[in-house]
Nanobody, 118 residues
Framework: QVQLVESGGGLVQAGGSLRLSCAAS????????INWYRQTDGNKRELVAS???????YYADSVRARFTASRENAQNSAYLQMSSLRPDDSAVYYC????????????WGQGTQVTVSS
């Protein structure tokens, strides 16, 4: 089993920045890709960023050039640096593991709320 714990969400004004963290523990052998999803009530979960075990990153068009995914494999941690935040970035953000850069895997963090005020 893999456990993912997210942190770093909060309330920020438009134009501000937040850094989300995802710490993995448990049996994590063969875990390659970490995905970042976000979801608001009434909307489907949106894949916003992915990072492979070798550091290859993928971004949704809506966040490209504003969000940066990274990871520290020795610490089993992944990060999502979010800059130039907009009110429509407000969502619950989830990290996810066990899939690939296009498909969610079975392991999810508990979610962290990001609220961007105007």
């Amino acid at each position: 089993q893999v456990q993912l714990v997210e942190s770093g969400g909060g309330l920020v004004q438009a134009g501000g920045s937040l850094r989300l963290s995802c710490a993995a523990s448990g049996i994590i052998f063969s875990i390659n890709v970490i995905n970042w999803y976000r979801q608001t009530d009434g909307n489907k979960r949106e894949l916003v960023a992915s990072i492979t075990g070798r550091g290859r990153t993928y971004y949704a068009d809506s966040v490209r050039a504003r969000f940066t995914a990274s990871r520290e494999n020795a610490q089993n941690s992944a990060y999502l640096q979010m800059s130039s935040l907009r009110p429509d970035d407000s969502a619950v953000y989830y990290c996810n593991a066990g899939g690939d850069h296009r498909t969610a895997g079975p392991y999810w963090g508990q979610g962290t709320q990001v609220t961007v005020s105007s």
